[in-house]
């Protein structure tokens, strides 16, 4: 463009539409990188002065109304001041009127400036170009001479006035019009603002704006280079004359079309502008709806085709995918990016065997792929060439990727959230379709930094439903479905509400006398504060149990902990001990609901009528317990209130279902499990998390049960053993005589030589193993010596815990049992 100086009289060249311009770039420090013989003349500072200087010291300007707004009604609020560019505060294109303020070339002076700041991005330092014009050169061409109409004739080849073209021609963004004379002089100009351009490159890129009417974005070696639109500065211009010949045309009588003064006047820009934000507002409408991370995936590939792109492939991060938390660290080339999802419009399975959805594979430095992870900017290919096409396939092993890719546009976007690179999305278009440009590739930024929030939400809830689900799996036991005397079955379900995590827990513990304690709890509340309390509960209940205390002392005790621990946790339980040789069950209750007892004579079903005594940390409340006679093969179910309790409904309700569905047969415990679940798990409405525990009470038959009371002496040992042997023998358990007959040797020894007791009981039971059994009057529980060389005690118990499977002691109400368990032989 034609240089001058500030304040001159227009020129003729002036007057054929050309004005001055100043050209300022700026690096990402906010310093002056490049000063134009236009800048020097407009702002009065020589380029060795001006460059490496921050920028703010050089334009000291402000924002600025200007006096005559219909004059310049073209350039008035065009967008924020200039210093909100030049500081980077936004990231788009911007335009508007300013006041320069300050000393130049040695005098004081104010000059009215029209300046256009383009953001830059790319791997070069440059992040904002400025242009900057002398309003008055532009005011002084505008102004018609004295006593002269204002120029509106229209111009012989495009119908168009010469204020409009006049208009359009210093519009830095270089929307011009076929019909401009000077093409050439421009093409040949170019490269003074884009240095590192040829002026075959601004030939062809003048000749491309000048046909299509749209920006173009060229890429370099190493830059990418904007050539901008004018974003409006004539439009409110073009306008007003379309309003004055449509009012010419209706004054004449001519036929007006209806949007000839409203639509017709939206140039390519605008609407373009006016499309991708609609684009944006229906993809955001589409996404999110689910934080399942799989679930969003698939909708963000769907949203883009095929209205925004013909292909569109997801990469995510493995460790997004394996719901292992935030990524740490920058992405390299040695990070693995697992395919989850491809979208296209070609045939069907044109894509499937060569970019199959699952595949984890890393991409080197040379690919825009790279590129993008890397920095966290969009990367446009405006045409995939042969040879960037050989280096993306030179990834895939044994599969050609180049037919599918090849002379197609690609726009790749990160997937980012609070500043890490969660992903990307690759977008091909079809070669007859637009190459993608400037407004694609912030249009695919804004549609991926949208894309980037939705699956960081989705990611953190699957993160935070993993952690939840792996907290509560660790809390809840790993029960045995076979115990002395009954058979378990589980369930436990999740709460739907969001969290999952819950206070609801089950457990069996093994007691002596062949005996086992069942156990439900409830902790009221939801969230990780109940899940602790939860597993505090669930560990006393084990400690306490494995003492053996009565029900409803065990349940005072619990009450007692639940004080200790805070006054705001409340709790309900269930617990219940099954004694299989007496074929009875003891239970306890503290205001949990009541179980369900299937008897196996006839199918029917009930609700235990139990005391139900006050939830545990109510504190001050007694506890009673309930002794009842079961039959074998009856069945006891206990849970909790989350699979009876719907909100809306009466609890009655559950409960009668629940008593229902027990009763029906089923062929094996899982199956009866599953059963009660589907019956009351389809009533919808359930947001509270489930504990279903089940047991058949199969009981121990009295012939496999064998119990001999001695007398304290020492000669008792050697009978004790007899009698084992001989038991043994009638069970058919000839290869556990020697085994067994030293344990119990040495319990009673134990008790003979240690104990203050008047009697002692032995008793072997036979069920899944072999059970040993001695009682005594005595409470003083035994424990492990460490016995040396010479000593003459304290080696029985280490004897008895290297043979036995397990061991263990209890006190009862008359004294202690110390008992062991030895493994049956293989059959």
């Not at 227009?10 to 007057?15: D, E, K, V």
């Not at 009012?247 to 949007?259: E, I, M, N, T, Y």
């Not at 705001?568 to 205001?591: F, K, M, Q, R």
């Not at 027990?662 to 998390?689: E, F, V, W, Y």
């Amino acid at each position: 463009m034609e240089q001058g100086t500030p304040g001159e009289p227009p020129t003729q060249s002036a007057a054929s539409g050309r004005i001055p311009l100043a050209v300022v770039v700026v690096d990402g420090a906010g310093l002056v990188s490049h000063w134009s013989v236009g800048a020097r003349r407009l702002f009065g500072y020589e380029k060795e002065d001006a460059v490496g200087r921050p920028v703010g010291d050089l334009l000291p300007v402000h924002g600025a109304i200007p006096e005559d707004r219909e004059s310049y009604g073209a350039f008035d609020g065009l967008g924020p001041d200039l210093e909100t560019s030049l500081d980077r505060r936004i990231s788009y294109p911007a335009a508007g009127r300013a006041r320069l303020t300050g000393s130049r070339s040695g005098s004081d002076c104010r000059v009215d400036v029209l300046w256009w700041a383009y953001p830059l991005v790319g791997p070069g330092p440059e992040r904002l170009l400025v242009l900057a014009a002398d309003a008055a050169r532009l005011a002084a061409y505008d102004e018609p001479e004295s006593g002269q109409e204002p120029r509106t004739e229209r111009n012989g080849r495009t119908g168009r006035s010469e204020r409009e073209l006049r208009v359009e021609r210093i519009a830095p963004g270089f929307a011009l019009h076929t019909d401009f004379p000077g093409a050439d002089e421009l093409a040949a100009r170019l490269p003074e603002i884009l240095p590192s351009m040829s002026v075959g490159e601004s030939a062809r890129i003048v000749a491309q704006v000048l046909e299509l009417g749209y920006p173009v974005l060229e890429f370099s070696h190493h830059d990418r280079v904007p050539v901008t639109p004018d974003w409006g500065v004539a439009r409110r211009a073009e306008r007003k004359e379309r309003r004055q010949r449509a009012a010419q045309a209706a004054a004449r009588g001519l036929p007006v079309a209806p949007d000839a003064v409203d639509d017709e006047g939206e140039d390519l820009e605008y609407a373009a502008v006016r499309e991708h934000l609609e684009f944006l507002n229906e993809v955001s409408g589409r996404i999110g709806s689910s934080l399942d991370l799989s679930r969003t995936i698939v909708e963000v590939s769907r949203a883009v085709v095929p209205r925004f792109t013909d292909v569109a492939g997801t990469y995510l991060r493995e460790q997004v995918v394996a719901g292992e938390g935030f990524p740490e660290g920058p992405p390299d080339e040695t990070t693995m990016w697992h395919r989850v999802a491809v979208e296209h419009t070609d045939e069907p399975g044109r894509w499937d065997d060569v970019v199959p959805v699952g595949e984890s594979m890393p991409f080197p430095a040379h690919t825009p792929f790279f590129q993008c992870m890397t920095s966290g900017d969009p990367v446009l290919v405006p045409r995939i060439t042969e040879e960037m096409g050989n280096a993306i396939a030179s990834q895939f092993e044994k599969r050609d990727i180049r037919p599918l890719i090849n002379h197609r546009s690609m726009l790749v976007v990160p997937l980012k959230a609070r500043n890490v690179v969660l992903g990307f999305m690759i977008l091909l278009r079809h070669r007859e379709r637009p190459v993608f440009n400037d407004m694609d590739r912030v249009t695919g930024a804004e549609l991926a930094a949208r894309a980037g929030l939705v699956l960081d939400n989705a990611r953190m809830y699957t993160y935070q439903e993993s952690v939840a689900d792996t907290l509560q799996d660790s809390m809840l036991p790993h029960i045995q479905p076979r115990m002395p005397g009954c058979d378990i079955a589980t369930r436990y379900l999740p709460g739907t509400l969001l969290g999952r995590v819950g206070g609801d827990w089950f457990d069996s513990v093994k007691l002596p006398g062949s005996r086992t304690a069942l156990v439900v709890g409830d902790v009221m509340g939801h969230g990780l504060n109940s899940a602790a309390m939860m597993g505090q509960l669930r560990t006393a209940v084990q400690t306490m149990a494995a003492l053996d205390l009565p029900p409803e002392q065990l349940l005072r005790n619990l009450d007692d902990l639940a004080q200790r621990l805070g006054e705001h946790y409340l709790a309900t339980c269930l617990y219940a001990v099954y004694d299989p040789i007496a074929s009875e069950l003891n239970l306890a209750n503290a205001g949990h609901i009541p179980p369900v007892l299937v008897r196996a004579a006839d199918g029917r079903s009930e609700l235990l009528d139990l005391p139900t005594g006050a939830p545990i940390g109510v504190g001050g409340v007694p506890f009673e317990s309930v002794t009842m006679r079961v039959a074998p093969g009856d069945r006891l179910l206990m849970c909790t209130d989350g699979l009876v309790e719907v909100r809306g409904e009466d609890i009655g309700v559950g409960l009668a279902t629940l008593t229902e569905s027990a009763a029906h047969p089923a062929a094996s415990m899982d199956d009866a499990c599953d059963t009660i679940i589907r019956a009351l798990n389809t009533r919808g409405g359930r947001k509270d998390d489930v504990a279903l525990l089940m047991a058949r009470l199969n009981g121990i038959p009295a012939e496999n049960v064998a119990h001999w009371r001695l007398a304290v002496d020492p000669a008792e040992v050697g009978r004790a053993r007899d009698m084992v042997r001989a038991q043994l023998r009638g069970w058919s358990l000839e290869g556990l005589s020697d085994t067994a007959e030293l344990v119990v040797g040495e319990l009673v020894t134990n008790v003979v030589r240690h104990a203050r007791s008047s009697r002692i009981d032995l008793r072997m039971v036979r069920s899944g193993v072999l059970v040993c059994e001695v009682e005594d009057e005595d409470q003083t529980l035994p424990t492990l010596l460490s016995a040396g060389p010479a000593d003459e005690f304290g080696r029985g118990l280490r004897v008895v815990s290297g043979l036995a499977k397990e061991w263990g002691t209890s006190r009862t109400r008359a004294g202690k049992t110390v008992w062991c368990e030895l493994a049956l032989p293989r059959r």
